[in-house]
């Protein structure tokens, strides 16, 4: 795909919203269409069974890739092919059917991150495998979460150490956008606290800071990343997000300091990019 391409679908205005409904209908719909190709039939089932989770209140396994395999239309003519006559007419009326589909199909699977947030206000996909490499980075050591949304990070790494000492903050700003279901459905307690007046209360109680998805080109991450540094406190800040993308301001990754060892990698082992925001995890110190 294009750079240009690439970047008009990063930052395309927010579609109409798209009630849980209609979406996981015709998810399920398109998964009973293409009951015989795996391929497709594999996509929408991860994407099902992440929506299945999440309503249950539970943390999501990760996802591949979400979208049509470039070679996926070869694949479909050598099945219809090997099932059906030469110009069957059978044969001709589910190529159509299908190969008419599957623009609907990849456009949906794209859209995943955006019913994401429309339904439950997460951004960064949090999974269960990667909950489980974060809890092994922190250890049991107290944990600041600014920036925290709905809370899906600490009660994800709650359930994993109950014990630990896990503080969630938030300034709860988005949720005076209608349209915006950040901070509204929480999944933990949440602090009003925004990221500097949080870090600037508990920085003697804490041994990290962790922050998802600082709002795309505001300056929030920036101002949060100078009071660490004029801190008399040592805290790594473990940042998820897209670097100079979708996320976090241009002076923010301009002026962190990135650590690069095997931890690190092993922390981003299970977090990989399944649409077009190719997110990871950082740690900033």
């Known amino acids: 795909m294009n750079p240009k391409k690439l970047k008009q679908l990063k ?11 209609p979406y996981i209908e015709q998810l399920n719909h398109y998964r009973e269409l293409f009951k015989d190709d795996p391929q497709i039939l594999v996509l929408l089932n991860n994407a099902l069974e992440a929506d ?29 092919n090997a099932k059906y006559p030469l110009h069957d007419p ?20 794209r859209d995943f991150r955006d019913y994401l947030e429309d339904q439950y206000g997460m951004w960064a996909y949090i999974s ?17 979460e600014v920036m925290a949304g709905n809370g899906y990070i600490s009660k994800g790494l709650s359930r ?18 209608a349209d ?13 606290l925004d990221a500097i007046s949080a870090f600037e209360k508990y ?21 949060l990343l100078q009071a660490m540094r ?7 800040l473990i940042c998820i997000g897209e670097k100079y993308g979708a996320t976090g301001s241009k002076q923010f990754w301009d002026n962190a300091h990135y650590r690069d060892d095997p931890a690190v990698e092993k922390l981003n082992s299970h977090y990989r990019p399944f649409d077009l925001i190719h997110d990871q995890v950082y740690v900033v110190e």
Request: glycine letters at 4%.
């Open 11 to 21: 930052k395309r205005s927010k579609k109409h919203a798209t009630k849980s409904a």
């Open 52 to 80: 299945r989770l999440m309503a249950a209140g539970l943390a999501p396994q990760q996802l591949p890739l979400l979208e049509v395999p470039d070679n996926f239309q070869a694949q479909l003519v050598a099945r219809i």
């Open 90 to 109: 059978a044969g001709d009326a589910e190529w159509q059917r299908l190969s008419a589909a599957l623009p609907t199909v990849d456009k949906l699977l």
């Open 128 to 144: 269960a495998p990667f909950l489980k490499d974060l809890a092994d980075f922190i250890g049991n050591g107290p944990v600041l």
């Open 160 to 177: 994993l150490h109950p014990s630990q000492k896990i503080i969630t903050t938030d300034s709860k700003a988005w949720t005076k956008e």
């Open 180 to 192: 915006n279901e950040t901070g509204k459905h929480p999944v933990t307690t949440i602090d009003r």
């Open 203 to 223: 920085a003697d109680q804490i041994k990290f800071v962790i922050m998802a998805w600082s709002p795309d080109k505001l300056e929030l991450d920036w101002k």
């Open 230 to 236: 004029a801190s008399d406190h040592a805290i790594p």
